[in-house]
């Protein structure tokens, strides 16, 4: 059974920057398409950005495009989120999740937290000044 470790995030002033980890356990974290999702206190859990497993193919929400970069390291099973020019906005738990048969599309992002079984433990984003 894969498993998902997240780490990253904390505190940090708007315009800052941070980078979120999400490691596999096992060396087939590599045929998963992997995500990231995100919960603001009081709302639902939307999708921020996903990655193919080949790592060819991503996709991102339109708030974050342009501020948001997703990557992966296979040799490492580590899939990162590079969040740049953060605002308060962006202030939420973050969370990753993978799927071996769903491929990183625009429903994956919308539709995802409705079927995706694997999840990260959850990394919490805070935006202020």
């Known amino acids: 059974q894969l498993h998902l470790v997240q780490s990253g995030g904390g505190l940090v002033q708007p315009g800052g920057s941070l980078r979120l980890s999400c490691t596999a356990s096992?060396?087939?974290?590599?045929?998963?398409?992997i995500g990231w999702f995100r919960q603001a206190p009081g709302r639902e859990r939307e999708g921020v950005s996903c990655i193919e497993d080949s790592g060819s193919i991503t996709f991102y929400v339109d708030s974050v495009k342009g501020r948001f970069t997703i990557s992966r390291d296979n040799a490492k099973n580590t899939i990162y989120l590079q969040m740049d020019s953060l605002e308060p906005d962006d202030t939420a738990v973050y969370y990753c999740a993978a799927d071996s048969e769903v491929h990183c599309a625009p429903g994956f992002l919308k539709y995802g937290v409705r079927y995706l079984k694997l999840w990260g433990q959850g990394t919490p984003v805070t935006v202020s000044s």
């Open positions: 096992e060396f087939a974290g590599d045929d998963y398409t």
